[in-house]
């Protein structure tokens, strides 16, 4: 039986042998590795290549399920992709489909992001809800909020979000929610209104990272936008956007999550291809934690000098501390000395791993959105089980710092979110390798 979740909107399931990664734990990872392109940053560039006809290319494409899973959705709604050495070329079609269906889009929620671009495009897009989610309620009420302020009318119908417009006109909409500012609802209001008549303000957008570098494509496409970057952005719409080529920005997250593998095995790694401006929240978690952290160029070395002392975090939208760190720093404040809060004020329920580090011998409450952590000496190895892609990363470091053997089943969540990561822990000098479930 295929043991893959049920639950629509965050996972892969995958056909055939279901993988587990096994790790032997212990050994300090030392070396360099190399980050790869920010998978939250190339999904919403590669929905934007609807919103032209002419050929894009898209370079440092990281090789994921998740970015397979957008080919796949590119395909079904008429272009032809080509993804070779991470460079991703997309052309035509002038005869787009507008009709994203559901199986596609309930194994990875961001494939929502292609309702924006395809309103804009062709005034009408279908596109599944994408569901729930095990790391808690995701409603779209942004997204929607955001198209209709554009001009769409919108119907939900049969599980669809169903959009139609005559025109597209540019609108002041005020996007926060009540855990502030949403990432994929900013990117897809900002695809809608690029080809808006008219100026759209949004305001209280979102900040991160990966949202500006979309800004930054659909500028080189021809889009008029001002203020990516901040809670105000501005966008005149044009008539119409042509071909572009762009790098994606390097993966904070995948950067994070080796700076606490350096950590957690008291180890120490220089990380290269690393834009540390889009760390500093982590970094500063990090350094008053105890770590030793430089900044050589492009690159983060993160150096374990001394035991590490148990700090308070929590999560906030960017440039606060996110939310897709939040698993990770678990697993490094449960072998710390000392009691350490995490606050989640993203996903209040995103704490399915505390469960699974507790199997390990972490010593971990769960009070409402916090998670109350009494450090101890060290984890045992132990089977556990990944339950989203975060959670999986958060297992696979405590894996690597317990004593003994652990394995890590479901390990498909790891894949939509980590490119090689075997092969660059392996060159780190970890001990891991797959077993089959
Ligand atoms: C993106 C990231 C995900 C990250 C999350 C928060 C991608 C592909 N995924 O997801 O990795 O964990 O940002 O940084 O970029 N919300 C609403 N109404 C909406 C939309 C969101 O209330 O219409 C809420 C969510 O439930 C959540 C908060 O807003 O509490 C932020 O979510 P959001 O930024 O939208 O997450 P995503 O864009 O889906």
């Known amino acids: 039986m295929d043991p893959a979740p049920l639950m629509g909107g965050c996972h892969k399931e995958r056909k055939g042998g279901v993988d587990k990664l096994a790790i032997e734990g212990g050994v300090k990872l030392k070396g360099e590795v190399t980050v790869s392109g920010a998978k939250n940053a190339a999904l919403p560039i590669m929905a934007a290549t609807l919103l032209t006809d002419d050929a894009c290319v898209i370079k440092g494409v990281p090789f994921l399920r998740d970015t397979n ?28 489909n507008h009709v ?20 804009g495009k062709l005034k009408k897009a279908k596109v599944s809800l994408p569901g729930g989610c095990v790391i808690g309620n995701r ?24 959009a139609n417009a005559d025109r597209l006109k540019g609108a002041h909409i005020y996007l926060g929610g009540v855990y502030g500012s949403s990432v994929l609802a900013t990117d897809n209001v900002m695809m809608a209104a690029v080809l808006a008549q008219g100026k759209t303000v949004v305001e209280s957008a979102a900040c991160e990272p990966e949202v500006a570098d979309l800004a930054e494509f659909l500028i080189k496409m021809g889009a008029k936008i001002r203020g990516h970057g901040t809670p105000i952005i501005e966008i005149e719409g044009v008539k119409r956007l042509h071909g572009a080529s762009h790098t994606i920005i390097s993966d904070r997250i995948e950067a994070g999550t080796l700076m606490i593998a350096a950590l957690i095995t008291r180890g120490d790694i220089l990380i290269k291809n690393v834009n540390f401006k889009h760390l500093g929240a982590l970094i500063d978690k990090l350094e008053e934690a105890g770590a030793v952290i430089t900044k050589p160029d492009d690159s983060i070395r993160v150096r374990y000098s001394k035991p590490l002392r148990a700090v308070n975090v929590t999560t906030l939208p960017y440039p606060g501390l996110p939310t897709d760190m939040q698993a990770q720093l678990m697993a490094l404040m449960s072998v710390t000395s000392g009691t350490s ?8 329920d995103r704490f399915v791993h505390v469960a699974e580090l507790n199997r390990m011998g972490a010593n971990i409450q769960k009070e409402g959105p916090h998670a109350i952590i009494q450090g101890v000496d060290v984890l045992s190895g132990a089977p556990v089980m990944a339950s989203d892609l975060r959670a999986s990363a958060c297992l696979v470091l405590a894996g690597l710092a317990a004593r003994g053997k652990t394995t890590v089943s479901r390990i498909y969540h790891l894949e939509r979110g980590y490119e090689n990561v075997e092969e660059k822990l392996k060159k780190l000098g970890a001990r891991v390798w797959r077993e089959k479930e």
């Open 69 to 96: 899973t957008m080919v796949k959705i590119l395909r079904s709604l008429g272009k032809n992709v080509e993804f070779e050495n991470g460079v991703l070329t997309v052309t035509g079609s002038k005869k787009l």
């Open 100 to 119: 994203a269906d559901y199986k596609l889009v309930s194994t990875m929620r961001a494939s929502f992001c292609v309702l924006g671009p395809l309103l």
């Open 139 to 162: 409603p779209v009420d942004l997204h929607l909020k955001g198209i209709k302020l554009l001009g769409a009318d919108v119907d939900i119908d049969s599980g669809y979000v169903v």
């Open 341 to 348: 809060v995490i606050t989640e004020k993203i996903y209040p």
